[in-house]
């Protein structure tokens, strides 16, 4: 499977984006996709993740409220809506697929920048 992400840019504090994360591949297999952050100096954190099938989602709490996870099957395509932005969601942001079977994320995709300026 490969993983693309895409989306990310500048904005200011309060704002929106909305990052595309595109797979391809052996997306049949696909179980779980996450979306990840790792900021500058900083340990990589999970943002949220989304069951491939069923788009039951669970977020971490720093985005819980602002950010939603989506999926469309047939575009083979992840989103995460980020919504009332703050300066320290800046951070490249990473999605991973894990496939179903298996237990860690194995697939990763290059990461976007998302920088939110005060």
């Known amino acids: 499977v490969q993983l693309q992400a895409s989306g990310g840019g500048l904005v200011q504090a309060g704002g929106s984006l909305r990052l595309s994360c595109t797979a391809s591949g052996r997306t049949f297999s696909i179980y779980v996709v996450g979306w990840f952050r790792q900021a500058p100096g900083k340990e990589r954190d999970t943002v949220g993740v989304i069951d491939w099938r069923s788009a039951i989602t669970s977020y971490g709490d720093s985005v819980k409220g602002r950010f939603t996870i989506s999926r469309d099957i047939a575009r083979n395509t992840v989103f995460l809506q980020m919504n009332s932005l703050k300066p320290e969601d800046t951070a490249v942001y990473y999605c991973?697929?894990?496939?179903?079977?298996?237990?860690?994320?194995?697939?990763w995709g290059p990461g976007t920048l998302v920088t939110v300026s005060s």
């Open positions: 991973a697929a894990k496939m179903a079977g298996e237990i860690s994320y194995g697939y």
